[in-house]
């Protein structure tokens, strides 16, 4: 504690500031940690399967309810939007998709690109520091007296070292959770994509026309109730 509070002292008040952002930084990071690895993630080949084999056997308020199971998980969410529409056409179930999809994103994407902005914020406000440091190097050259003017300028160097040394403390490891974080979220969003479209695929691809004859020939003329199958005798014919 007394070194923190030593290299704080050393910083002066662009240390205090540093370290502020470092705090929030450490705390999104955590909050990040926690909804990436442990909130959104899932078994995603093995939920899709489940869905699948559900859907097959035309079981959709089973998958709606499995989703409700799982509501907190953003492909789940997604699932139970797209499932809700497999009984319209084609391109509502589409549009439900585009739907789900809008929804789900955010919830993967949300407050990550503020860490990347808080690493170089660290960044330049050591590099603030250091020239608040240097400022006062040189007043002390310049003003200062001759008795106190040796002690003024390793003060200024010493401002000027360790605030740059605490911003690059702090932006280094936060830019390092950002990559991996990133990296985390990039792995999410690939797989909410694909399991959707092959969600959406399937439940387009399994709506099947009637096999009648208007479908089977769609360019033969309607055939009037009770007809026979054989053409009728021309005009003036005599039945044998």
Do not use: W
Not at 51 to 77: G, W
Not at 159 to 188: C, K, W
Not at 190 to 195: C, F, G, P
Not at 231 to 238: F, R, S
């Amino acid at each position: 504690m007394d070194g923190i509070l030593g290299l704080l002292s050393h910083a002066g008040p662009m240390g205090f500031i540093i370290i502020a952002t470092g705090v929030g930084s450490m705390a999104l990071v955590a909050e990040r940690i926690r909804a990436l690895y442990f909130s959104f993630g899932m078994d995603s080949e093995g939920f899709m399967n489940k869905i699948q084999n559900l859907v097959l056997s035309k079981k959709i308020d089973e998958a709606i309810v499995l989703c409700n199971q799982l509501e907190k998980k953003p492909m789940a969410k997604a699932f139970k939007t797209i499932l809700e529409k497999a009984d319209r056409d084609d391109e509502t179930i589409f549009q439900s998709h585009d739907i789900a999809m809008s929804e789900a994103v955010p919830m993967y994407t949300k407050r990550l690109h503020y860490l990347s902005m808080l690493a170089n914020v660290a960044t330049q406000l050591g590099l603030l520091g250091t020239i608040y440091g240097l400022i006062l190097s040189f007043q002390a050259v310049s003003q200062a007296d001759p008795a106190t003017k040796q002690q003024l300028l390793a003060n200024g160097i010493s401002v000027s070292l360790y605030t740059t040394a605490l911003g690059l403390a702090v932006a280094i490891p936060v830019m390092v959770a950002y990559s991996f974080l990133f990296s985390r979220q990039n792995e999410l969003l690939e797989q909410l994509q694909e399991k959707s479209g092959k969600l959406t695929e399937l439940l387009t691809g399994s709506h099947v026309p009637t096999l009648n004859r208007a479908n089977i020939f769609p360019d033969a003329p309607a055939r009037t109730p009770g007809a026979s199958g054989t053409t009728p005798p021309p005009a003036g014919h005599k039945a044998s």
